[in-house]
């Protein structure tokens, strides 16, 4: 199969360009490099350096790479940021998923796999989280993804482009060869901000808030494996191969950590004492995101391996260590 991964040198592109590899397809990566790292893509798989919003450069690819499904995982992905600058996020973001539809509608290319967020529910009361809860993004990030998943499902009613949309909680860990990681820069993630600390590259961690309604005031976050992550795109690409049909699912293990746990787990892995200062709220965060995956399982036949949270924050402690 030819395969078109859209942010492929990205942290979790980077790991589905190797399992779809290993998996014995014909790999081509677009990813502009603003985010991502060539380096971090299989030397097997064709690089091509390019923007999702390049009309001329998408079809050129989509139609000499004879492309049979396209994984997209090209989009800016910061809470934080998307507050301060909501325009570069949906430039990038929504008028970034326009052209590629568009380009995928005009060389009948009609598959696609989209990187979506637990971001588009906001705040929920009812705990985990399904995927027929409404919709209520809080910030600009999550109202992009939104957008972008309203998109896809238009185009399948019009142009009968098939999608699996999925919905990431919050992705974490490294590969097990400590080859592939997260890399941020700036890093606004939680756990490669307490691995800085660990590594003495960070004297504290900030934690945004203690006056949260969770047990211990802190944000509670369901945190899965990119490893696990990545298994679940590979099914969605079997199901729309299978089935034909459009679908969305939640990716998470269905239970939290506070960040205070987070830190006491990587206590536990490194061995450092991680000082901390309560900070003030971040702006746009909800206290509680945690998914319900029994779709997933059911529908996608997802069996995750490593819902461990000391094995997912050593992953990537392993990968610092390397580096
Ligand atoms: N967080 C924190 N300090 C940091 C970074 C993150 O307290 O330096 C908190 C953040 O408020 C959220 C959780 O850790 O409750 C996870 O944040 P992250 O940015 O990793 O992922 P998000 O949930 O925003 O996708």
């Given at each position: 199969?030819?395969?078109?991964?859209?942010?492929?040198?990205?942290?979790?592109?980077?790991?589905?360009?190797?399992?779809?590899?290993?998996?014995?397809?014909?790999?081509?990566?677009?990813?502009?490099?603003?985010?991502?790292?060539?380096?971090?893509?299989?030397?097997?798989?064709?690089?091509?350096?390019?923007?999702?919003?390049?009309?001329?450069?998408?079809?050129?690819?989509?139609?000499?790479?004879?492309?049979?499904?396209?994984?997209?995982?090209?989009?800016?992905?910061?809470?934080?940021?998307?507050?301060?600058?909501?325009?570069e996020y949906y430039d990038n973001n929504v008028v970034g998923m326009l052209n590629l539809l568009n380009c995928m509608k005009d060389c009948n290319v009609n598959k696609i796999v989209f990187s979506s967020t637990a971001a588009v529910y906001g705040e929920q009361t009812k705990m985990p989280i399904d995927e027929d809860a409404l919709t209520n993004p809080t910030n600009p990030y999550g109202e992009t993804k939104l957008a972008m998943?309203?998109?896809?499902?238009?185009?399948?009613?019009?142009?009968?482009?098939?999608?699996?949309?999925?919905?990431?909680?919050?992705?974490?860990?490294?590969?097990?060869d400590s080859t592939l990681g997260e890399l941020h820069n700036p890093e606004t993630h939680l756990i490669p901000i307490i691995l800085q600390v660990a590594l003495n590259q960070r004297e504290y961690l900030g934690v945004f808030g203690d006056d949260y309604d969770t047990n211990d005031g802190t944000c509670i976050r369901d945190y899965i494996h990119v490893e696990d992550l990545c298994m679940a795109h590979k099914l969605a690409v079997d199901y729309l191969f299978e089935t034909n049909k459009s679908n969305y699912f939640n990716l998470g293990y269905g239970h939290g950590f506070s960040v205070m746990e987070m830190i006491e787990a990587a206590r536990k892995v490194t061995s450092h004492a991680i000082p901390l200062k309560i900070e003030a709220r971040r702006?746009?965060?909800?206290?509680?995101?945690?998914?319900?995956?029994?779709?997933?399982?059911?529908?996608?036949?997802?069996?995750?391996?490593?819902?461990?949270?000391?094995?997912?924050?050593?992953?990537?402690y392993q990968f610092y260590l390397k580096r």
């Open positions: 199969m030819n395969i078109l991964i859209i942010g492929g040198a990205g942290y979790i592109g980077s790991h589905q360009v190797k399992m779809m590899l290993d998996y014995h397809n014909n790999v081509i990566v677009l990813d502009n490099l603003n985010t991502g790292y060539q380096e971090m893509v299989d030397h097997k798989a064709k690089f091509i350096k390019g923007d999702i919003r390049d009309y001329d450069l998408v079809c050129s690819i989509l139609k000499n790479e004879n492309i049979d499904v396209v994984m997209h995982f090209a989009a800016l992905s910061l809470v934080g940021v998307s507050m301060s600058q909501p325009s998943e309203k998109m896809i499902k238009w185009f399948d009613e019009a142009y009968g482009i098939k999608y699996v949309t999925l919905r990431y909680f919050n992705v974490a860990g490294a590969s097990f702006a746009g965060d909800p206290a509680l995101l945690i998914a319900s995956n029994d779709k997933a399982k059911k529908v996608l036949h997802w069996n995750p391996q490593y819902d461990d949270i000391e094995l997912i924050i050593n992953s990537a």
